[in-house]
């Protein structure tokens, strides 16, 4: 008698390097395998300069392996063309960044609400309603009407996790969401962060060099010269 299948991953790296092309060519990632399952909260740990954010922005479809496939929900991204892999990102994909990135002229609630404009699902009042339900979720609601220099750091990054939440993504990509922040305010991240987790049952995958931090997630990848050293695949098949 067969157990349960394991679920499909959500995101999977197969067999990836990632080379730029110069006068001596850079190898930022080599023949990388990792798979992120539903639910799953990870983290991504290394020396500087070992490849973490590169992984990070292959899994996002930020960049592009020179060899090897990345698939979103067991779909292959290699043939599509940017309009294509913008349309996966908006639809199925948040990210946070140590630095903010919001847009300085706008409020934390029309920031929020740049993502659902782009995808075009919602109209404006139901973008507005959706935005406003995330800021109260992260408890920022009563700051949405502030631009990103009224508000603490702290501030602004729940804005820019809220921004990520925006079109109900799978997955959520954080590149050293805490890298910028003092240490209440990262553990606050961590913990909203963690909260999407165990109660939306979203899969996070975080960079951080906090090996504190790194070491409360459910699985700690650890990358060193481009290579996965620790924390590998859940499942890579091919």
Sequence with gaps: MTGPASPQPLLEIRHATRIIDGEVPTTLVREVDLAILPGEFVSVTGPSGSGKSSLLYLLGLLDLPTVGEVLVAGEPTSGLDEDARAKIRLTHL?????FHFLLPEFTALANVMLPMRALGKLDE???RARAMAILDQLGIAAHALKRP???SGGQRQRVA???ALANDPMVVLADEPTGNLDTASSE???QILRRLTDEQGRAIVFVTHDL????????????VDGRIADGGPSRVDG
Aim: proline letters at 0%; a positive charge; zero cysteines.
């Design 94 to 98: 948040g990210f946070v960044f140590q």
């Design 149 to 151: 220099g009224q508000l």
């Design 125 to 127: 009042d139901e973008q």
């Design 161 to 163: 996790i809220a921004r």
């Design 212 to 223: 504190s931090l790194a070491a409360r997630a459910d699985r700690q990848v650890r990358i």
């Design 188 to 190: 606050q991240v961590l």
